[in-house]
């Protein structure tokens, strides 16, 4: 069923991409604003250092602001959620480029330096181009999401008839010969 759900999400994806990024940067802004209230009532009830609440108080009332905006413009909430992902492909590309440089003892050192560097380009890009990307961003999910639903429908039907029973042999009743 899974499988089957992912395939037709895939293809609503696909077929209104816009629609799809319109639904995600509304639920980016809920995200936001469900954030903002947390950390701004954490500011004020945990018991922590000074500094911790402020920054709470800060923090909760940036993702406020930005909730709002999104929530109240779509157009400035698909620029905001694009944001978001090229700052998240940004962060990433960079921890995981340093971290691959700097630990000389670290597993696939050269394919985690192309992997962060790759993935450091591809927030640069995203930031530069943010509609185009998150429309081809869209396109991959909405393929990966049908991909992924085909290969579990596959996997479904392979498990099921590998665990089917066996068919009882019927015993064919024997001829009258006395006719």
């Keep these: 069923?899974?499988?089957?759900?992912?395939?037709?999400?895939?293809?609503?994806?696909?077929?209104?991409?816009?629609?799809?990024?319109?639904?995600?940067?509304?639920?980016?802004?809920?995200?936001?604003?469900?954030?903002?209230?947390?950390?701004?009532?954490?500011?004020?009830?945990?018991?922590?250092?000074?500094?911790?609440?402020?920054?709470?108080?800060?923090?909760?009332?940036?993702?406020?602001?930005?909730?709002?905006?999104?929530?109240?413009?779509?157009?400035?909430?698909?620029?905001?959620?694009?944001?978001w992902i090229a700052v998240g492909f940004i962060f990433r590309g960079v921890a995981t480029t340093v971290s691959a440089i700097s630990d000389p003892t670290l597993p696939g050192r050269a394919l985690n330096v192309v992997v962060g560097v790759i993935t450091l380009i591809a927030g640069i890009v995203v930031m530069a181009s943010p509609y185009d990307s998150l429309q081809i961003l869209a396109w991959v999910v909405g393929f990966w999401l049908i991909a992924i639903g085909v290969m579990e429908l596959i996997a479904a039907f392979a498990i099921r008839n590998a665990t089917a029973p066996e068919p009882e042999p019927v015993d064919e009743p024997e001829a009258d010969t006395a006719s």
Excluded: H, K, P
């Design 1 to 83: 069923m899974s499988g089957l759900f992912a395939i037709v999400l895939g293809i609503v994806v696909v077929i209104w991409t816009g629609t799809s990024i319109t639904l995600a940067a509304i639920f980016f802004g809920v995200a936001l604003l469900v954030t903002g209230i947390q950390q701004v009532f954490f500011a004020f009830t945990l018991r922590t250092s000074t500094g911790i609440r402020v920054l709470l108080l800060i923090s909760g009332a940036a993702a406020l602001v930005l909730a709002v905006i999104a929530l109240s413009r779509f157009y400035d909430a698909w620029r905001l959620l694009a944001i």
